[in-house]
């Protein structure tokens, strides 16, 4: 069994801000309730880049970072559920963007847990030698599946991609877990195409948009992160007092201050950054990850525990040691920049 570590780290988000007010100008809705009930202030909302685009410079930024030529990459996972295409794979227009020719490439479809289940994946590939260098991606336009007419979903999310590059190494990922609850599907979904032949009944046809259950989704996730991080500690045998940072998934300040709640957790262990990019789905880890990366937060050594949880409903958290130096400077190097 070969170790995983994490050797570069990459995001990129699309230029246009959507600020709460300008939502407010197309549907009821305020900045005063948007932030109170869910902590965004803002978000990035694509003119014209699809997914592949925004996953392609976050992955081209990983591998900068990690020194690593695009011809070295044997896999690239890519976490989406707003591909470009139904097929061919997000990840293989990636593939070709980049030049990775030798990578594998597929998509996996974990919403927002899709970047943990990723890394887990990748690491089994390292783990077993099959593959040495590993890109994963969790890349999103969520604006295109949202209904700009529902104002309970379409002031939570936002459009951005995140990016790290896994190789043979040191220790890095250190324990895992991952799971779902199909049973709550219908909590948060969004149809493909509708049963099309000439013996179906066209009336049931639905509108490709994403529908929620929030309170259902919210009561889920409150239980399931703490499970998740008590489950990665207990694996790794370290306690929550030796972890750094926790970075869940950006889907709802409140949800989150529940979760750390109930974990007893120093909110100054919490990674925030939802008020400025909104829920960003499959890319949100991963972009707050290397926000931190770039921002000069991670130092070598540190614990860390990202956590997620989704449509499917899925769920997953990874604790990893950071074997990465750290960025001294604290100079923040991509379009995540704070306020
Ligand atoms: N602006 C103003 N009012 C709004 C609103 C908006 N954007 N969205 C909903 N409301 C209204 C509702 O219509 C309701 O009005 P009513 O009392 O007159 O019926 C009221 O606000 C309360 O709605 P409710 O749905 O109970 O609010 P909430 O406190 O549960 O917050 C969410 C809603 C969506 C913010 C919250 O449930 C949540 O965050 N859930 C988790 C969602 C999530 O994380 N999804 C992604 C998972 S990856």
């Keep these: 069994m070969y170790d995983v570590e994490i050797v570069g780290t990459g995001s990129f988000v699309p230029e246009n801000r959507v600020t709460n007010e300008d939502i407010s100008k197309f549907v009821d809705t305020s900045d005063e309730w948007i932030s109170e009930r869910t902590g965004i202030k803002e978000r990035r909302i694509s003119i014209s880049e699809n997914t592949s685009d925004l996953a392609f410079m976050a992955a081209r930024r990983a591998l900068d970072d990690a020194g690593i030529s695009p011809e070295e990459v044997d896999l690239i996972i890519l976490a989406t559920i707003t591909p470009d295409y139904f097929f061919p794979s997000t990840a293989c227009l990636v593939q070709a963007k980049l030049g990775a020719h030798k990578a594998t490439s597929f998509d996996i479809s974990a919403a927002c847990s899709g970047f943990i289940f990723g890394l887990t994946v990748a690491e089994q590939f390292i783990n077993t030698g099959v593959y040495q260098t590993v890109l ?84 889920f996730a409150v239980k399931i992160m703490p499970e998740c991080v008590e489950k990665v500690l207990e694996d790794s045998g370290h306690s929550i007092d030796e972890i750094r940072y926790i970075i869940p998934h950006q889907a709802n300040i409140r949800l989150v201050d529940a979760a750390v709640k109930k974990l007893q957790i120093n909110q100054e262990k919490v990674y925030i950054n939802i008020q400025r990019f909104g829920n960003t789905s499959g890319a949100s880890i991963a972009l707050a990850l290397d926000e931190m990366s770039r921002g000069g937060l991670l130092r070598n050594g540190d614990l860390l525990i990202l956590v997620g949880f989704g449509s499917g409903l899925t769920y997953g958290a990874m604790l990893l040691k950071w074997t990465k130096e750290g960025n001294d400077n604290g100079e923040e190097k991509n379009d995540a920049k704070k306020d």
């Design 136 to 219: 994963v991606i969790g890349a999103e336009v969520l604006s295109k599946i949202v209904d700009w007419n529902d104002r309970s979903t379409s002031v939570l999310f936002g459009d951005g991609a995140g990016a790290a590059v896994l190789k043979r190494g040191k220790q890095g990922i250190i324990s895992r877990v991952t799971g779902c609850d199909g049973s709550g599907a219908a909590s948060l979904a969004c149809p493909a195409v509708p049963l099309k032949n000439a013996f179906c009944d066209f009336s049931q046809e639905k509108a490709n948009v994403l529908t929620m259950n929030g309170r259902e989704i919210f009561k």
